[in-house]
């Protein structure tokens, strides 16, 4: 099963959080910890991952890291003043990416959630120099995003080994902003 969302892993898996992996019960507190590893429910690996749910979310992931990059604050209490500036950056990334590459973001889509669709997703990744220049995430970051990506979607057998090393000092990457 590769076409499925998280919701049906959960269901799958028994999984009664949204917030947790379904794989190591990781939960956001222990997202930014590289060191830690969960014990895998090996029966989950029989489930997969969504190549299309994964592109999609990581693009979400971007565009949300991006509008909260100059509070630094995912969670907790915000003043007025760190959410309207989130708020403003938020419109800043909607308006360059609607000029620049044409991309709606972060708009409703009647009947359908959200224009954050995976048409949408491919085209952001698609030039990661401008996906970088637009969101001020660095382009190193955002290139080895979309090589993991275009890894899991490849059809191709990944080595494990240089997989794990690649993720890993992409995550590094990451932990650092």
Same mark, same amino acid.
């Given at each position: 099963?590769?076409?499925?969302?998280?919701?049906?892993?959960?269901?799958?898996?028994?999984?009664?959080?949204?917030?947790?992996?379904?794989?190591? /019960?990781?939960?956001?507190?222990?997202?930014?910890?590289?060191?830690?590893?969960?014990?895998?429910?090996?029966?989950? %690996?029989?489930?997969?991952?969504?190549?299309?749910? /994964?592109?999609? !979310?990581?693009?979400?992931?971007? @565009?949300?890291?991006?509008?909260?990059?100059?509070?630094?604050?995912?969670?907790?209490?915000?003043?007025?003043?760190?959410?309207?500036?989130?708020?403003?950056?938020?419109?800043?990334?909607?308006?360059?990416? !609607?000029?620049?590459?044409? @991309?709606?973001?972060?708009?409703?889509?009647?009947?359908?959630?959200?224009?954050?669709?995976?048409?949408?997703? !491919?085209?952001?990744?698609?030039?990661?120099?401008?996906?970088?220049?637009?969101?001020?995430?660095?382009?190193?970051?955002?290139?080895? %995003?979309?090589?993991? %990506?275009?890894?899991?979607?490849?059809?191709?057998?990944?080595?494990?080994?240089?997989?794990?090393?690649?993720?890993?000092?992409? /995550?590094?990457?990451?932990?650092?902003?």
């Amino acid at each position: 099963m590769t076409m499925v969302d998280g919701k049906i892993c959960n269901a799958a898996t028994g999984t009664k959080s949204t917030s947790k992996c379904y794989i190591c /019960a990781a939960t956001s507190k222990h997202f930014n910890k590289l060191d830690y590893k969960g014990e895998v429910n090996v029966t989950a %690996l029989v489930v997969g991952i969504s190549v299309l749910h /994964a592109k999609i !979310r990581l693009f979400k992931f971007i @565009l949300h890291l991006t509008y909260k990059l100059k509070v630094k604050k995912y969670r907790g209490i915000k003043s007025k003043e760190e959410k309207d500036l989130e708020d403003q950056t938020k419109r800043e990334i909607q308006t360059r990416l !609607r000029t620049e590459t044409g @991309l709606l973001i972060d708009m409703p889509k009647s009947n359908f959630g959200n224009r954050n669709d995976g048409n949408t997703s !491919r085209r952001f990744f698609e030039n990661p120099t401008l996906a970088a220049e637009l969101t001020g995430i660095s382009y190193k970051l955002t290139y080895r %995003l979309k090589a993991i %990506l275009e890894a899991i979607s490849s059809g191709f057998e990944i080595d494990p080994v240089n997989y794990e090393r690649y993720a890993s000092e992409t /995550a590094r990457l990451y932990v650092k902003l």
